[in-house]
Every structure is written in structure tokens, then in C-alpha cells.
């Protein structure tokens, strides 16, 4: 190759064995049965700090609920919330429904096919827009997730926080002459693929997932093992510059089931908090020592309740902090129902169809371990715990 640096060599080499490698070792996911830009997106958003085994039964259920953006710009936020109720990072599904409604105003219900009008749909920036227009498209645009980071600072040697914008562009730049080199693979004869460029996007997620990972790698499966400078240098364990988490915070609730006459009281949270438009059981965090529970219950349910017995604790985490969440049986007294901002009186059929929050569904699911079997609509009683404050489900 007459004129050709060791660079665009090994960009070269890079693209033709990432290819040969996705064509024989990609898995089997059912987004990747389609071409079609909406279900791509869909899955490119469940996808974002989620895992693949848990994002398959979701976008499954999901494209069989709203196949398309008319039925998804359409949807009741109920049915969207339950749709999406355990995977967390809850604004990404109204962000979907939201970029659903901007293309049907905008692009007559069409998903939009150029990169600039995909980047400007709401919740999408550079990494999804290049996902979509390469995977469904295969437009020559680079993708950069947190498995191609490490992936190219391991490859290329890339020294630095691969977060910091400085390091980050560089590694942009690295994912671009890869697709460019792939899409020029394509329209060569031969070219081995009639998508070149969405499979190399594609080999490099899997090979971050699967093969390059953060800890453990499999150096002796990589196809690019013989190029790597990171297994060259014996640096794989250093790159990419690992960047200290800041310390876990630990939180604690207590929240409170109170049922009267076969219903329950629930609330919705508000539209400007984590989490919001989803329902949960009245509760309250605990900022301070030791706090007996009944007097947290009078400040969450507005009066003084008969009793107040110990149901379960439940251990969860989002982002940085460790949360304890401490439930509580609530008996009203018999005169007066106790009375939340935005709650309701629900039955257990209406508690199932309510999109609820990840750690309030669980303790749904310990209610109906201790109910009787009975669903018909008769008065259920909630059994009292074999254990006092037990941990369930974690």
C-alpha cells in the first residue's frame, strides 16, 4: 500500500478483522433482527446503563405494545410507565415519547433518516444519533459508549480520562476513521457485507461486552489481540485510566402499607422529582438517628394509627447511593382514613396495573406472597410477618 502511514494500516487491519469477527461471533438479540430506525432507537435508549439480558424481554414487550411511532406519540404515560417500570433512569422513556411526538409533527411520523435531525430529537445526543443512523442506515457515523472507550484506549494505547474532552475527542476521531474505513470497505467489490459500517459499530459494543471488558478480558479471543498496544505493552489492566468513583451514600426510608376495607393507599410522585409520574407507597427518608416508626407514620399519613409492625426491609441501589428502605404495616384507627398528598385508595388488581417504582413493586410482590390466593375482588388481609423486619428480594 503505496503512501499508507502505520496508522491507516492498522486502521485497515482493525476494520477487516472486527468485521470477520461480528460475522461469526455476534449474538443473537432481537433488535438486531430489524432494520428499522424506530426499534433500533428504542433499543439503543433501554440499553443505556442497562444491561443486554435485561433489556431483551423489556423491548420485546415494548415493540409488541407500540410498534411504531403513531401508537408510541399516542400512548397514555400510564401504559409507557408500566411498560418501563423496573428498568430505572425513568426521563428516558418520556424523552422517547416525546422524540415520537416531535416526528410525527415534524417528519410526518417518519423517523427522520438525517444524522442532524435524528440529533436534535429530545433525549438523543451524539453517541444515540450515531447509533441509529449506522445500525439502521449504515450512514458512516461513529458511536462512543463506555465499552468502545475502553476498547480504543486499549487498542490505540490512549493515555488520559477517556471522559475529559480532550481524551474523548480524540477517541471520536479514532471511532470515525474506523466507520469511514468500513464504509469504504463497502463500496469496494468484495466488500463482504451490504452493511459494513453498522457492523463494525456493532462489533465494537460486542467486543467491549463480551471479549474486552473491564475486568478479566479475554486478550487471547480478541481478533485484534495482535495489534492491541495495551497487551503489546502489558498495560491492559492500566487503560483506560480508571477515574475514582466518588463514595456510596448511604439513605434510609421507612415507607408504610395501610389498608382499609380490601384497598391500599398509594401516591404518585410529582412530575419534577426522581422518578416522577410513578406510584409508591407512603414514606419518608429518615435523616437523622434511631426514629420510632409510629411517629414517622403520624408525619407521612397525617394522623395517629392503631398499630405500626415491621413488614420487610429492602436493600437497592441508584447511582451512588446505598438506600434502605424500612416498610411498615400501618392500622389505621376506625375512625378516619388516613390522607397523603396525591394518594388514592387502590385495590390489589388496580396496585398491579400502576407503574410502580422499583423497590415499591417488591414490596407489592411480598403482599401477594401473604395474601390469601384469592383475586376476585373480596377484602384481602395482609398477614402479619413470620420475622420482624426481615430483608426481602436484594
Given at each position: 500500500?503505496?503512501?499508507?502511514?502505520?496508522?491507516?494500516?492498522?486502521?485497515?487491519?482493525?476494520?477487516?478483522?472486527?468485521?470477520?469477527?461480528?460475522?461469526?461471533?455476534?449474538?443473537?438479540?432481537?433488535?438486531?433482527?430489524?432494520?428499522?430506525?424506530?426499534?433500533?432507537?428504542?433499543?439503543?435508549?433501554?440499553l443505556q446503563q442497562?444491561?443486554?439480558?435485561?433489556?431483551?424481554?423489556y423491548w420485546k414487550?415494548?415493540?409488541?405494545?407500540?410498534?411504531?411511532?403513531?401508537?408510541?406519540?399516542?400512548?397514555?404515560?400510564?401504559?409507557?410507565?408500566?411498560?418501563?417500570?423496573?428498568?430505572?433512569?425513568?426521563?428516558?422513556?418520556?424523552?422517547?415519547?416525546?422524540?415520537?411526538?416531535?416526528?410525527?409533527?415534524?417528519?410526518?411520523?417518519?423517523?427522520?433518516?438525517?444524522?442532524?435531525?435524528?440529533?436534535?430529537?429530545?433525549?438523543?445526543?451524539?453517541?444515540?444519533?450515531?447509533?441509529?443512523?449506522?445500525?439502521?442506515?449504515?450512514?458512516?457515523?461513529?458511536?462512543?459508549?463506555?465499552?468502545?472507550?475502553?476498547?480504543?484506549?486499549?487498542?490505540?494505547?490512549?493515555?488520559?480520562?477517556?471522559?475529559?474532552?480532550?481524551?474523548?475527542?480524540?477517541?471520536?476521531?479514532?471511532?470515525?476513521?474506523?466507520?469511514?474505513?468500513?464504509?469504504?470497505?463497502?463500496?469496494?467489490?468484495?466488500?463482504?457485507?451490504?452493511?459494513?459500517?453498522?457492523?463494525?459499530?456493532?462489533?465494537?459494543?460486542?467486543?467491549?461486552?463480551?471479549?474486552?471488558?473491564?475486568?478479566?478480558?479475554?486478550?487471547?479471543?480478541?481478533?485484534?489481540?495482535?495489534?492491541?498496544?495495551?497487551?503489546?505493552?502489558?498495560?491492559?489492566?492500566?487503560l483506560p485510566r480508571?477515574?475514582?468513583?466518588?463514595?456510596?451514600?448511604?439513605?434510609?426510608?421507612?415507607?408504610?402499607?395501610?389498608?382499609?376495607?380490601?384497598?391500599?393507599?398509594?401516591?404518585?410522585?410529582?412530575?419534577?422529582?426522581?422518578?416522577?409520574?410513578?406510584?409508591?407507597?407512603?414514606?419518608?427518608?429518615?435523616?437523622?438517628?434511631?426514629?420510632?416508626?409510629?411517629?414517622?407514620?403520624?408525619?407521612?399519613?397525617?394522623?395517629?394509627?392503631?398499630?405500626?409492625?415491621?413488614?420487610?426491609?429492602?436493600?437497592?441501589?441508584?447511582?451512588?447511593?446505598?438506600?434502605?428502605?424500612?416498610?411498615?404495616?400501618?392500622?389505621?384507627?376506625?375512625?378516619?382514613?388516613?390522607?397523603?398528598?396525591?394518594?388514592?385508595?387502590?385495590?390489589?388488581?388496580?396496585?398491579?396495573?400502576?407503574?410502580?417504582?422499583?423497590?415499591?413493586?417488591?414490596?407489592?410482590?411480598?403482599?401477594?406472597?401473604?395474601?390469601?390466593?384469592?383475586?376476585?375482588?373480596?377484602?384481602?388481609?395482609?398477614?402479619?410477618?413470620?420475622?420482624?423486619?426481615?430483608?426481602?428480594?436484594?
Amino acid at each position: 500500500m503505496v503512501g499508507v502511514t502505520p496508522h491507516q494500516r492498522k486502521i485497515s487491519d482493525l476494520v477487516t478483522e472486527l468485521l470477520e469477527w461480528y460475522s461469526k461471533n455476534a449474538r443473537d438479540l432481537p433488535w438486531r433482527q430489524t432494520k428499522d430506525p424506530y426499534g433500533v432507537h428504542v433499543s439503543e435508549v433501554m440499553l443505556q446503563q442497562t444491561q443486554v439480558h435485561t433489556v431483551i424481554p423489556y423491548w420485546k414487550r415494548w415493540m409488541e405494545a407500540l410498534p411504531d411511532i403513531r401508537s408510541l406519540a399516542r400512548a397514555k404515560p400510564e401504559k409507557l410507565h408500566k411498560l418501563w417500570e423496573g428498568l430505572g433512569y425513568y426521563s428516558r422513556v418520556r424523552n422517547l415519547q416525546k422524540a415520537a411526538l416531535v416526528i410525527a409533527e415534524r417528519h410526518g411520523g417518519r423517523f427522520p433518516t438525517r444524522f442532524e435531525d435524528v440529533l436534535e430529537l429530545p433525549g438523543v445526543g451524539r453517541y444515540t444519533a450515531g447509533a441509529v443512523c449506522s445500525i439502521a442506515f449504515n450512514q458512516a457515523k461513529p458511536i462512543l459508549d463506555g465499552n468502545v472507550m475502553r476498547v480504543l484506549c486499549r487498542l490505540f494505547g490512549v493515555e488520559g480520562d477517556p471522559r475529559a474532552p480532550k481524551t474523548n475527542e480524540s477517541l471520536w476521531r479514532l471511532a470515525e476513521q474506523l466507520v469511514e474505513q468500513a464504509d469504504l470497505k463497502g463500496n469496494r467489490n468484495g466488500g463482504g457485507t451490504d452493511h459494513p459500517v453498522s457492523e463494525l459499530n456493532q462489533s465494537l459494543m460486542e467486543l467491549g461486552a463480551l471479549i474486552c471488558t473491564a475486568r478479566q478480558p479475554r486478550c487471547g479471543e480478541c481478533p485484534a489481540s495482535g495489534i492491541c498496544v495495551a497487551r503489546k505493552e502489558n498495560r491492559v489492566g492500566e487503560l483506560p485510566r480508571r477515574i475514582p468513583r466518588p463514595p456510596a451514600v448511604a439513605r434510609r426510608f421507612m415507607a408504610f402499607v395501610v389498608e382499609q376495607t380490601g384497598r391500599f393507599l398509594v401516591r404518585q410522585r410529582p412530575a419534577e422529582v426522581v422518578n416522577a409520574h410513578f406510584w409508591e407507597f407512603p414514606n419518608l427518608e429518615i435523616l437523622g438517628g434511631k426514629t420510632n416508626p409510629k411517629d414517622v407514620s403520624r408525619k407521612v399519613l397525617g394522623g395517629t394509627m392503631e398499630s405500626v409492625k415491621p413488614l420487610c426491609a429492602i436493600k437497592h441501589t441508584i447511582t451512588r447511593y446505598r438506600i434502605t428502605l424500612e416498610v411498615f404495616e400501618a392500622v389505621a384507627k376506625r375512625h378516619g382514613k388516613p390522607r397523603v398528598s396525591g394518594g388514592q385508595w387502590v385495590s390489589v388488581a388496580e396496585l398491579h396495573r400502576l407503574p410502580l417504582t422499583s423497590a415499591h413493586k417488591k414490596i407489592l410482590q411480598l403482599m401477594d406472597l401473604r395474601m390469601g390466593e384469592d383475586r376476585r375482588g373480596r377484602s384481602f388481609t395482609l398477614r402479619s410477618p413470620r420475622s420482624r423486619g426481615g430483608s426481602f428480594g436484594l
